[in-house]
Every structure is written in C-alpha cells, then in structure tokens.
C-alpha cells in the first residue's frame, strides 16, 4: 500500500497516512477538523537498481569508461593469441601481456 502526503491548506498540519489506491481521499483535517485537508503530490519512494539503469551505469561517465576499457582489454587479449606462438624468451617479453600467458 502507497504513503500519501497529507497537509492541510487551513491550519498547516501534515501527516503520511498509508492507504489503499482504491480508498477515497482523506478530506477532513485531524487536528482541526476544516475540510481542507489536501493530497500533496510527492516524489517517487523507490530506485532502480542494478545494471541497465541511469543511475549504477551512467551517471558520472563511469560506466562508458569501463565499456571502453572492456573492450579494449578483450581486443588486446585477442591480439596477442592470434601471432604465431614464439619460443624466443626476448620476443615473449616484449609483448604486451608478457611471458606469463598462455601463449608464449
């Protein structure tokens, strides 16, 4: 069930009443009594979450970033494999991944 936003436009008072979205508006003020008791419109009370969204992937540039450095990483990784294997240790250390990979 939603929380809505109460105030009231004669005296001021406010109050957060949880209620059904079928249930009619509240009209009546509890503290006195005027029949100005007023919905008020409010931001939304939840947040998206997880990949995909605005707010985890780019928001500060971030997520573009680490794209670009996926990408790139996967692009040199793939380079390296498709030379021709060396034996030659001098060769195996001037390559970009060094002589710790799989393919040297």
């Not at 929380?3 to 503290?31: N, R, W």
């Not at 100005?36 to 409010?42: A, E, I, P, V, Y």
């Not at 947040?47 to 680490?66: I, P």
Request: with cysteine.
């Amino acid at each position: 069930m939603p929380i809505y936003a109460y105030k009231c436009e004669s005296c001021g008072h406010a109050k957060d009443v949880l209620q059904k979205m079928s249930d009619a508006p509240l009209s009546e003020c509890p503290a006195c009594g005027a029949p100005s008791f007023r919905k008020q419109l409010t931001a939304a009370g939840f947040q998206l979450k997880g990949s995909g969204w605005y707010v985890t992937d780019f928001r500060n540039g971030a997520g573009a970033a680490a794209a670009g450095a996926t990408a790139g990483a996967t692009a040199t990784a793939a380079e390296p494999a498709a030379a021709a294997p060396s034996t030659d240790a001098g060769a195996a250390a001037s390559t970009p991944c060094g002589s710790a990979c799989a393919c040297h």
